[in-house]
């Protein structure tokens, strides 16, 4: 598996998570992407260090679990999907959402992660 980039998501209590973002952003000085949002309030935070790692910080809701996820971006997601499976891993997938094809599987001590490359078609 050739890993193009490293994204760390994490998932908390909207007070908390603003939090995290605040000492993420102000305390440490990580730049943050500028999102726009209708809705007032903490809607989440995104920390870029290339175009395909980065930091997420989101507020827990509805089809938002609190949690924790490594997310590694691949060369190839349905090729290393199969190598997974092949070799016994329980890989979920695949979800076609925002250009990328993801695949997911929860690793020893219950970490979920997920893995994903751009798909064809995005480019």
Same mark, same amino acid.
């Given at each position: 598996?050739?890993?193009? +980039?490293?994204?760390?998501?994490?998932?908390?209590?909207?007070?908390?998570?603003?939090?995290?973002?605040?000492?993420?952003?102000?305390?440490?000085?990580?730049?943050?992407? $500028?999102?726009?949002? /209708?809705? %007032? +309030?903490?809607?989440?935070?995104?920390? %870029?260090?290339?175009?395909?790692?980065?930091?997420?910080?989101? %507020?827990?809701? !509805?089809?938002?679990?609190?949690?924790?996820?490594?997310?590694?971006?691949?060369?190839?997601?349905?090729?290393?999907?199969? $190598?997974?499976?092949?070799?016994?891993?329980?890989? !979920?997938? /695949?979800?076609?959402?925002?250009?990328?094809?993801?695949?997911?599987?929860?690793?020893?001590?219950?970490?979920?992660?997920?893995?994903?490359?751009?798909?064809?078609?995005?480019?």
């Amino acid at each position: 598996m050739t890993v193009l +980039g490293i994204r760390f998501c994490h998932v908390a209590e909207s007070a908390t998570a603003e939090q995290m973002a605040e000492q993420l952003g102000e305390g440490l000085g990580i730049e943050q992407l $500028e999102m726009q949002s /209708p809705t %007032p +309030g903490f809607q989440g935070a995104v920390f %870029p260090a290339s175009d395909a790692s980065w930091i997420e910080i989101w %507020p827990a809701g !509805e089809g938002m679990p609190a949690g924790t996820m490594l997310q590694l971006v691949v060369d190839d997601a349905d090729a290393h999907a199969a $190598e997974a499976k092949a070799k016994g891993l329980a890989v !979920e997938g /695949p979800v076609d959402a925002h250009g990328e094809r993801i695949y997911f599987l929860t690793l020893a001590g219950g970490l979920r992660m997920s893995f994903q490359s751009r798909e064809a078609d995005a480019g």
